[in-house]
């Protein structure tokens, strides 16, 4: 293994980390209070080429590896949610199955404009009936001539309220066994019987918009068909494994902003006539959060290794997005403990963070769902 980071990504991953450090997070009140991303912020991530960090360069983006993406996905993950939706579904599940599936005609046509940040993008999967059990989805996508008809709804899907394409999975053949049922397509919102439904309000999650999409008699263009049909499953789980890894890089990015801002906290708070960093409860706290962030990015890194050398990671990425989501829960809740009421006040980020890093172990397969992808690779092995 060699981790080593050649110069132009440090450069890179550095310039990232100053702008998140100074132009980021002095906006993120900002972002709360107006539910939305400044102007000024997205031009400067387009400028950055953020958008199309792993979209190739022979379509205008910068052609970074799964390795390196995990550099760049660990300093967006420090960033306020907002950003890091945009930028990851961006440069995730919203691009993946283009890169990877996608036909060159469809290729040259969306992603420049995904990669210039000029298109955004979702990726609808989830379903009221169907969350981690993807093989229930219901809707239904059925070939009419030189077009396919979609009928159902989708819930959940990030970007939804604002994307210009939307990745969507949906059963093409009911009766074939799951990893033949489905297709993936490429929905854009102007289709006739595409409509957005109720926008889902949660937890954490300002500055970015979540909702339920409709399909009603919904005709889009056969040519909008992704890869082949009845291939739909294997190319939505390819992307979303691949996704574990920078899901779980953006997860250590949000647990080492919380350990620091934990350490900054604990040296200058004085109790009992001393820093609390003197206590050693308060050093224990820190000293564990420190080594599972490191343990989480080693195995992310780890995992990203093998899948740019197109080794088989689909064990290593469950773990490493098992492992760091439920670091960042620990970190979150350790970090509101060193803040004490200052962690639990709405006045400081750490509140927030700690409500944002819940969703981590819910969103792109819950942990139960890594354990059980876990567990059934090592009863397979010898
Ligand atoms: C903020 C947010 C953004 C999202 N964005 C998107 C998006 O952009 N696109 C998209 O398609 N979806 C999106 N989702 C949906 C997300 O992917 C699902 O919430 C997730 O897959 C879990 O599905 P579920 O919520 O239906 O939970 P369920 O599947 O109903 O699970 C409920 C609980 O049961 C457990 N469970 C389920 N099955 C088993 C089992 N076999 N064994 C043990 N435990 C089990 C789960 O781990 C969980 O704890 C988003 C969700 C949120 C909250």
């Excluded at 996905?73 to 306020?80: D, R, T, V, Y």
């Amino acid at each position: 293994m060699d981790f080593s980071i050649p110069d132009d990504l440090q450069q890179l991953r550095d310039a990232v980390r100053d702008f998140v450090l100074k132009e980021v997070i002095p906006l993120e009140n900002q972002i709360e209070a107006e539910d939305r991303v400044p102007g000024a912020l997205l031009e400067k991530m387009q400028e950055m080429g953020l958008f199309g960090v792993t979209i190739p360069a022979e379509y205008g983006g910068l052609g970074i590896g799964p390795f390196g993406y995990t550099l760049i996905s660990e300093e967006i993950g420090k960033a306020h949610g907002a950003i890091r939706a945009l930028i990851g579904i961006s440069n995730g599940i919203g691009s993946k199955a283009l890169v990877k599936y996608g036909t060159e005609q469809q290729k040259q046509h969306y992603l420049p404009k995904m990669a210039s940040g000029g298109f955004i993008t979702s990726f609808a999967i989830s379903e009221p009936g169907a969350g981690s059990d993807v093989a229930a989805i219901k809707t239904l996508a059925v070939r009419d001539g030189e077009h396919y008809v979609l009928n159902g709804n989708k819930h959940f899907i990030t970007n939804a309220p604002y994307a210009d394409v939307i990745t969507v999975v949906a059963v093409t053949s009911k009766e074939s066994r799951t990893s033949e049922r489905m297709s993936v397509f490429l929905v854009e919102p102007d289709a006739p019987g595409f409509s957005l439904g109720r926008t889902q309000e949660t937890m954490g999650g300002k500055g970015y918009g979540r909702c339920e999409i409709n399909f009603e008699d919904c005709r889009i263009p056969a040519a909008n068909l992704l890869g082949d049909e009845g291939r739909g499953f294997q190319v939505a789980m390819s992307c979303l494994e691949e996704g574990r890894i920078s899901y779980a890089a953006a997860c250590t990015g949000l647990a080492q902003r919380l350990l620091e801002m934990s350490t900054d906290y604990a040296r200058q708070r004085v109790q009992f006539g001393r820093p609390i960093a003197e206590f050693q409860a308060i050093q224990f706290m820190l000293a564990e959060m420190a080594t599972s962030i490191y343990a989480a990015r080693m195995m992310t890194r780890h995992a990203a290794w093998k899948c740019e050398r197109q080794v088989k990671c689909a064990q290593e990425a469950s773990m490493a997005k098992l492992f760091a989501s439920e670091t960042a829960g620990q970190v979150a809740d350790s970090a509101v403990q060193i803040h004490g009421a200052m962690g639990y006040a709405r006045d400081y980020a750490v509140e927030r963070l700690y409500r944002e890093a819940r969703l981590f172990r819910i969103a792109e397969g819950t942990s139960e769902i890594q354990k059980i992808v876990i567990a059934k690779n090592v009863l397979q092995e010898e």
